[in-house]
Each structure stands twice: as C-alpha cells, then as structure tokens.
C-alpha cells in the first residue's frame, strides 16, 4: 500500500521502478531504461534521493525531486525497513518528510557506512556527489571504492554536461527537422535542434541528433524528455539519452593537452592543414574585409568549412549589405549538412537589415521559429534596429513588446535600438519615456544611450536639451567620444551656426580628439545649407591632408553643393574623381546629379547620367526615376514622362503613389483636368495611399484650368477622406484666385486661414499680390507689402517679379524700375525671369516714351549680357517687334538688345528674309 500511494501521488514512471528496487524487486538499475537514462546533476534548486545497497552496492540511483514538492510521505519510513542507506539533499522547495531528518544537514547511519550531506566528502575530484559515492569513507578510515557503471558515468561530472542536451538515436533517415521539433516541443521550448545529415545526400539525415531544451528549466525539459526513451517514432524505436558530457569533456581535454605542450596539437595532418587555411581566412577578413573577392577565394581554400567559417562569410557579405551572397552562402551552408543555429540565422538577418528589406528580414525569422530555433535577444535587437533606420517606430515597437512578452532579459542595446528608431523620427517624448523606463528596470544608460538621445534633439535643433545631455554624462564619469561632439556640431551646423560648430571642432581638438570623417561631413553639410560651396570644399581639401580618407556619404555631400550651386561640371569631375579614389557611386550620387542637370533644364545630360548610371552596375532607384520624370513634367515633356513609368515597370520597380502624383502635376501645369483625374483613379484602384499632395494636383489642375468650382469639390472630398486643408492647399487655392484676378476670392482664403490659425508666410502674401497685380489694384498690392513690413516677412525674388510684373501691365515703367532697384538694394539677386519681366515692361512702352526708359533699357541689358542670360526665339521675336516701334532704323538700343538674343538668331533672320 506504501508504494502505490507513493506512486499515485507522483505518478512519475521512476518512482515506480525506484520503489521496486527499494523494496527488493530489482537485482540492478540498468534493467530499468528510465533510470538508466541519467538524472541531471545535483543542484541546490533540486532535492533528490539516494540510495545504495549495503549488501552489494550494485546501484545507485539518483531520482529528481520537484523543487516545488519535497519528500513523499513514507518514502523515508520505507528506507528504514529496508538494508539501504538514504541521503536527503536539502535544497531550495524542500520539505522535511517525519522520521528521517530532523537536521536537514546531518548524516543518516546505517551499519557501518557514513553518506554525509555536504561538505565532508573525501575525494580526489573536484568535489561532485558522484565523487563522493565512488569514493566513500567510513568510520573506521576503510575507504570503500565503488565501480561506475554506465549510468554513474553521467553523473560523475555534471559540469561537462550541458544543461538541456539530449541525444535522440534510431530516427529515420527521411525525418525532418520540423518533425522532431513538433515532437520534442511538448517536454518544453527547445532552443536548438542539431540533425546531423548524410554528407552525400543532406535530404537524409544520420539517424541521429542533438535536442537542446532553453526556457526558466532546460535541465527538468531535457530529464521529461528523456521519459520516452524507447516509444515508437515513425516506425522506429528511438534512443533517447541525456547528454553525457563527451564532447565538452573531449574539448577540456584538448585544452589540457594544449596547455601542457605549450601550443596547439592536432588530431591529424589534415586538421593542421584546415586550421591553417581557416586561420588565413580569419585574418583576411579582419584586415581586408572590404575585398569580397580575396575573402572568398580564402574561404574556398578551407577543405569542409565548418558552421563557423560559414557564418564568418555570411557575416562580410551582411556586413556590406549584399543580401543575396549572404543567402547563398547560408544555403550552402544548409546544404552540405550543416544544421544553422540561432547565431547562423541572426548573421543572416543583419544582412536583411543592412539591405533595408526588412521583408525578408521577417520572413528569415519565421524560418527560424519553424525550425525549431527561438530567437534570441540578438535576433529581436536586429529586428528593431532593422526598423529603427527605416523610421518605421510602429514595427520597432511591436517587436520590443514582443520581446518583452517573451520574458528575455532586456539590456541597454535593445533599449538604445527602440530609442533610436523615435529619436529618427522626431518622437523624443516617447524616447524620454523608455529612458525613464530603463532607470526603472535597473538598466543603466550608457554614452550610446545619451549620443543617441543628443543626435534626436539635434536633428529637432532643440539646443537647451541636447547641451544639458552633454553636460550631463559628463557630470556622471561617462567619458566623451568623437561622436559626442559630432551631435554638437551637427546641432549647430542645422541651426546655421557655422562659426558654434567650428568653436566646438576647436574644443574636441584640445581634449584630444581628432576629427572623423562624420565631423568633416557635418561641417561640409553645414557650408552646403548656407550655399556656401567654397568654403565646403575648402572643408573637404583640410579633410584630405589630414590625412582622413572621406567616404562615399562624404562625396554625395559635396556633389549636392556643386548640384544646388549649378556647378554641374564641377559635379561631374567630382564622381570621377571618387571612382578614381575607389569608391562606388550609390543609387544617391547618380540621383543627385540627375536632379542637379533637371533642375537646370538640361534632360538630356539628365538622361544621359541614367544611361551612365546602369552602365556602372548601378541599377536606378525609384527616387532616380521620379527625380527623371520630375525634370520632364517641369520642362513640359510630359508624354515622354509617361514612359518612365514602363520603365520602372520593366526593371523590377512598382509606381507607387508619388509616381502618379508626379504625372497627375505634369497635366496640371497644361490645365488638362481629365487625365489628371484618370490618373488620380488609377492611384484609388491600384489600392496605393492617397495623400495630400495627391489632392494638391488635383486641385492645381482645376486652377491652371480656371474650373475653381471643381476646386472646391475636390476639397469637400479630401474633408470626407479625412484631410485637413493645410498652408499647402489654401496656397493652391489662393493661386487658382490670384490667376482670376479675384481680389475678394483671394481676401477670403487669407481669412479661412487666420481663421484656422494657420501663419501667412511669404508665399501666400505674394499669391495675393498676384491676385491684386491681375486685377490691376496696385495700390492694395503695394498696402500688402507694406503690411509684410510691419510682420517683419521679408519679400524674396518672386515677391519683387510679381511686383514688377504689375508695374508693367498697368504701364507704370518707372514703378518697375524703382522695385527693381529696392530688389537690389535688399541684397537680391536678380535672376532670368526679373530680367525678362523688366526688359519686356519697359520695351513695350518704349515707343511712346523713349526718353523716360532709353537709358534704363540699355543699363539692363548690359547686365543681362554680363551675366550671360540669353533669351529663347519666342522672346527675341517679341523684343525685335517692340524695337522696331521704337526704332523706325535699328539704332543704339536695337543693338545693345540683339547681343541677347540667342546664336542661331542670324540664320533665323536669313531663312525669314528669304
């Protein structure tokens, strides 16, 4: 009645056979498989029992106790009766059972045998249960020496043993991998699966593996695990038997070996001849990791690469973001055999998330769960760092909270990957939150946690907090670092503060530091905003003789000073010159120069830098083609903009919703509202994202067409769509007005706008100019700028041609004038069209008041002509008509106005006279 109550209240099938052998049922444990499998190793978390025959000492059994229970009731009783010796371990979640202990670290006698609880075993090994058991010590001094049996064998050296590991034997060769993992799941979460497969033909595998339990108890998992020692699986009976320690003790014994003869001995020729070629391999990678090449011819000299030296090539190819090597050296990995593990997949996810496809990234994580491999707290801070640089905090959080669920152990990395991806974006409120959240968790922050908080507080040129950051981490002992500096001078040189960035460059130089190229870059950026190109590349020479190699970051930078300076072929012999240097032009360097010659009106050099560009290796990225069609839609080559679109199709790149957009803004431009509402559908139907620049389109098209009516049915549409009209559509609609000379119309948008409280800034004051100018109240255009005035908003170029352009058509020459005079007073310079408005104002009145403009017509073209500004033939046939008004004979300003008009004018005069 004793054992079956014992049973019954554990039913655990050991306990059975435990209790048979206690009471005399067993000759010997190795006739029981499940007690021949091997306990785990003695831990203070896990009370146990154990036994030993007095009259043969033929077995010993070592039987696991839940931490939660303690010792059954009885079980202690029945020792007693029986000729055994039992020994409690008291450990944590232990009960004391009645009669048997009543000092949990005391000593149970029976005969003349002594089994003491702790600290008194006499041993030559490193003071294991397992050493005391074989070598016992009576009271007599008779030392008594037990012989291991196999199962005494796995627990002589529990720290070999690694915690978890099971060996599962006699699988069937056409088992997968998802297969075991669905099996083996149930005894608790597996942290890695280990199927060995045939060399020759890795779709079968060896009949054996490895079963590596994780969670809060891999040792209880991997011991529930091995219960099923023997049960049918597939047809076959598996093998299933705890670690036993073999591999790490043939690894301590190479170490020992390794360290008594001074250097490392190899089992054979052949192992010295692969750890040499591995070796080179290494160091290849670590000195020259940026030659893909040389790398991988060091990888193919190394005769079966293990799964190290595969994720070492994985890792360059991730490094460098080329996703597609990584994933195929990943399955060649797979394919000779080799099983990854969660180090091998995390190598790889990092080359998903250098790439940006943050896609593929998710997919490769779904491929490791199904695996049977949980990710670790690597994978999750990838994964969030992956979305941190896209700016996606909606993913970056989901993952944290993920991972939070989970119940992994949380530290600074992830914390600083979370506050990255919302610093990036602007959101420091939730960015303070979670550094909050770290003080509360006892993480501490670390110099990477406050750069990045100081790199998001100068990217919102928040001055007041990104200096109190700094002196903050110096007042904690955090010792400061290049890029500490880096975020003050970015900061500044955002604020337009060149003069505080070099005053900060001079502080960092007398502590030591020396500028990176990140701080070059900066300063270079910081010159470029100011559109100060001399002084950038001025920057750019110091950077090169002090000796700091720039990188391909620092190169676009200067090409877009030379692009917004129109210095185009400065631009150009720049990309040549960082093609000389070594350095490969990004999808960012061809656009920018893409962009530079459409700004300029020169698609052809637009094109042909495309051409250039595939040429390169360097496919066109979707911003490549938009910065394209952009540069056509503005020179009113629209149809051939439509073609892009193919193109984009053809290599690989689906138009998205800024591609129709841009179209939709070609036919604005020429009034042609139906197909900018064919393609305003077309967005709708491809289910893409309507968005305000969408409606913006919309809405110009309707202007440029004079249908304001339809304007305003399209607003009450964006209202329904949940858009808000914004200082962009009420400068659109304003527009649309100002071209109908609706003085009132135009009054009553500015209204609407106070109204909302939305800032009237200087595009929308000269809009309304616009609109007083078309409906020739000058002296309302004139009360508007005195008005900006008084606001301190200060007029621009196209404030002042708006302006001339009025004087012109209500025929006030001389107002023009004195505007364009205060222009250049202002310290404006005038550009082609001022030039182009005056010159056509005062040539129209020339006729009838030569006198008053002769001398104003001939100061403006010798400026127009220093300049180098050439009319097209539409303008020079205009000019040439209002010349011969003004003069029956061509005579002074006759020639002083033709030296603008364009090359081609003479042989355009022939072919008309003939």
Request: glycine share 8%.
């Amino acid at each position: 009645g004793r054992v079956g109550a014992f049973a019954f209240s554990w039913r655990r099938r050991w306990w059975w056979l435990a209790m048979a052998d206690f009471c005399g049922l067993a000759h010997s444990i190795h006739l029981f498989p499940s007690i021949s499998n091997g306990p785990p190793p003695l831990a203070s978390s896990s009370p146990c029992f154990v036994t030993t025959r007095s009259s043969t000492r033929e077995a010993v059994h070592l039987i696991r106790v839940c931490a939660r229970g303690g010792i059954p009731d009885g079980a202690s009783d029945m020792c007693e009766k029986e000729e055994d010796v039992a020994a409690c371990v008291s450990g944590q979640g232990f009960t004391q059972s009645s009669g048997m202990l009543t000092n949990p670290l005391g000593c149970y006698k029976q005969k003349d045998l002594t089994l003491p609880l702790s600290g008194s075993w006499e041993s030559s090994g490193n003071g294991t249960l397992a050493d005391g058991l074989a070598d016992v010590v009576d009271e007599t001094g008779r030392r008594d020496r037990f012989e291991l049996s196999p199962l005494e064998s796995c627990i002589a050296h529990p720290a070999e043993r690694e915690p978890g590991k099971i060996f599962v034997g006699n699988l069937p060769p056409w088992v997968t991998k998802r297969e075991i993992v669905e099996y083996f799941r149930q005894f608790g979460p597996l942290r890695e699966l280990i199927l060995i497969k045939e060399h020759d033909d890795p779709e079968k595998n060896k009949g054996f593996c490895f079963v590596i339990y994780g969670g809060p108890d891999p040792v209880g998992s991997a011991f529930l695990a091995a219960e099923v020692d023997g049960v049918e699986f597939h047809g076959n009976t598996l093998t299933v038997k705890l670690d036993n320690g073999r591999r790490l003790r043939r690894r301590a014994d190479e170490r020992t070996v390794w360290v008594e003869a001074g250097k490392r001995c190899y089992r054979s020729k052949w192992h010295l001849e692969r750890d040499r070629a591995a070796q080179n391999f290494r160091r290849i990678l670590e000195n020259n990791p940026s030659n893909k090449q040389k790398v991988l011819n060091a990888f193919n000299r190394i005769e079966k690469p293990n799964r190290q030296d595969f994720c070492l090539l994985v890792g360059c190819y991730a490094k460098h973001g080329d996703k597609h090597k990584a994933r195929s050296t990943f399955e060649s990995m797979c394919a000779v055999g080799i099983e990854p593990n969660a180090f091998a997949y995390n190598t790889l996810l990092h080359g998903y998330a250098n790439a940006r496809d943050m896609r593929a990234a998710i997919a490769c994580v779904n491929d490791m769960t199904g695996e049977g491999i949980e990710p670790t707290i690597a994978t999750y801070a990838i994964l969030i760092s992956g979305f941190a640089r896209d700016g996606n905090n909606d993913a970056a959080e989901h993952w944290f909270q993920e991972l939070k669920m989970k119940g992994l152990t949380l530290n600074a990395v992830v914390y600083n990957s979370v506050i990255h991806a919302y610093c990036k974006t602007g959101d420091l409120k939730r960015a303070e939150a979670l550094l909050s959240e770290m003080e509360d968790y006892g993480i501490e922050a670390n110099i990477v946690t406050f750069e990045t908080m100081m790199d998001g507080y100068a990217n919102i040129q928040d001055e007041t907090k990104c200096i109190g950051l700094f002196q903050k981490l110096q007042e904690i002992g955090l010792s400061t670092t290049v890029r500490s500096f880096g975020c003050l001078i970015k900061l500044y040189t955002k604020l337009g503060n060149i003069t505080r960035a070099m005053d900060v460059v001079k502080e960092m130089n007398t502590k030591g530091f020396s500028q990176s190229k990140q701080t070059y870059t900066m300063l270079i950026g910081g010159y470029v905003q100011k559109e100060d190109s001399a002084s950038a590349f001025a920057i750019f020479e110091d950077m090169m003789k002090a000796g700091v190699k720039p990188d391909v970051v620092t190169y676009n930078v200067l090409i877009h000073a030379f692009c917004k300076c129109k210095q185009m072929d400065r631009a150009v012999r720049l990309l040549h010159q960082m093609e000389k240097d070594g350095f490969k032009p990004n999808p960012q360097t061809f656009t920018t120069i893409i962009n530079g010659f459409a700004k300029i009106g020169d698609m052809k050099m637009a094109l042909l830098t495309v051409h250039n560009m595939k040429k390169a290796g360097c496919p066109p990225s979707r911003a490549t083609y938009h910065v394209l069609m952009h540069g056509l839609v503005h020179e009113g080559q629209v149809e051939k903009a439509v073609t892009i679109i193919d193109q984009m199709v053809t290599a690989g790149i689906s138009p998205n919703e800024r591609s129709f957009t841009i179209l939709m803004e070609g036919y604005a431009r020429v009034g042609d509202v139906g197909t900018a509402f064919e393609y305003f559908k077309r967005i709708k139907e491809e289910s893409l994202k309507v968005d305000i620049f969408s409606y913006g389109a919309l809405l110009k098209a309707c202007c440029k067409a004079g249908r304001m009516q339809s304007a305003l049915a399209v607003t009450r549409e964006m209202n329904l769509a949940g858009f808000q009209r914004n200082a962009y559509i009420y400068n659109i609609l304003l527009d649309g007005w100002a071209q109908r000379g609706d003085v009132w119309e135009a009054s009553d948008i500015m209204n609407q706008m106070l109204g909302e409280g939305i800032a009237l800034d200087i595009h929308i004051y000269t809009s309304f100019i616009n609109a007083c100018c078309k409906a020739g109240d000058m002296q309302k255009a004139m009360d508007t700028m005195h008005k900006m005035a008084r606001e301190g908003i200060t007029p621009n170029i196209r404030t002042y041609t708006t302006l001339i352009h009025g004087w012109s058509l209500a025929s006030y020459p001389e107002k023009a004038i004195e505007c364009f005079k205060e222009m250049k007073a202002a310290g404006l310079k005038p550009d082609g069209a001022v030039y182009h408005c005056l010159m056509s104002s005062l040539l129209s009145v020339a006729a009838t008041a030569r006198d008053a403009v002769y001398a104003s017509i001939l100061q403006v073209a010798v400026e127009m002509r220093v300049q180098g500004i050439c009319v097209d033939l539409g303008t020079a046939r205009h000019w040439e008509s209002l010349l011969e008004k003004a003069e029956q004979q061509p005579g002074e300003l006759t020639t002083a106005v033709s030296e603008l008009f364009p090359l081609n004018w003479v042989d355009q005069c022939r072919k008309k006279e003939i």
